[in-house]
T-cell receptor
Framework: DTAVSQTPKYLVTQMGNDKSIKCEQN?????MYWYKQDSKKFLKIMFS???????INETVPNRFSPKSPDKAHLNLHINSLELGDSAVYFC????????????FGSGTRLTVV | EDKVVQSPLSLVVHEGDTVTLNCSYE??????LLWYKQEKKAPTFLFML????IEKKSGRLSSILDKKELSSILNITATQTGDSAIYLC????????????FGKGTRLSVIA
């Protein structure tokens, strides 16, 4: 069983479209995250949710809207996609406050054309 | 703002060489430093270092935390082509909900 699963794995779309990426974890973790990894492989935090509540919202355009219907799910909706949104988006979850319990999903490669 | 700087950004070595990857950090209320290995997909956990555990070793990989210098090194001895990957360093602050802050990674290429 996959611990943190993201769908889709690949997403190719045109500028201006709206798209969603889904994430689910079956680890019973309380905290979930979205990270963006750019072409230079830099992993940058976007959002953090704890028990369905938004904890961290980094400087991310408001075209990005996370939604957590329950603590096992954290979805990412992106409006009016731009070329610069092309990246790999990783979902992660954690329970261990020290950080060791971080589990990453396999990533969603988003390409905006 | 928490910050992590890794060096070098990329490195090419021959099989059998020993490599040292560097990580320096600035973090408010340090809790832990973590090393991850990223091949084609998601980062996978290697080590976690805290104030109470400043050295870790697993096979050919080892890591040391220097809390005074706010830095860590990851050593890989007798490198193999399978060690080729991006190695990511991350730090975590004390607050339970603080996310991991990552460096930009070191891309290691091991050639036969």
């Amino acid at each position: 069983d996959t611990a943190v699963s993201q769908t889709p794995k690949y997403l190719v779309t045109q500028m201006g479209n709206d798209k969603s990426i889904k994430c689910e974890q079956n680890l019973g973790h309380d905290t979930m995250y979205w990270y963006k990894q750019d072409s230079k492989k830099f992993l940058k935090i976007m959002f953090s949710y704890n028990n369905k509540e938004l904890i961290i919202n980094e400087t991310v355009p408001n075209r990005f809207s996370p939604k957590s219907p329950d603590k096992a799910h954290l979805n990412l909706h992106i409006n009016s996609l731009e070329l610069g949104d092309s990246a790999v988006y990783f979902c992660a979850s954690s329970q261990d406050w020290a950080g060791r319990g971080y589990t990453f999903g396999s990533g969603t490669r988003l390409t905006v054309v | 703002e928490d910050k992590v700087v890794q060096s070098p950004l990329s490195l090419v070595v021959h099989e059998g060489d020993t490599v040292t990857l560097n990580c320096s950090y600035e973090v408010t209320n340090f809790r832990s430093l973590l090393w991850y290995k990223q091949e084609k997909k998601a980062p996978t956990f290697l080590f976690m270092l805290t104030s109470s555990g400043i050295e870790k070793k697993s096979g050919r990989l080892s890591s040391i935390l220097d809390k005074k210098e706010l830095s860590s090194i990851l050593n890989i001895t007798a490198t193999q082509t399978g060690d080729s990957a991006i190695y990511l360093c991350a730090v975590k602050g004390l607050s339970g909900n603080t996310p991991l802050v990552f460096g930009k990674g070191t891309r290691l290429s091991v050639i036969a």
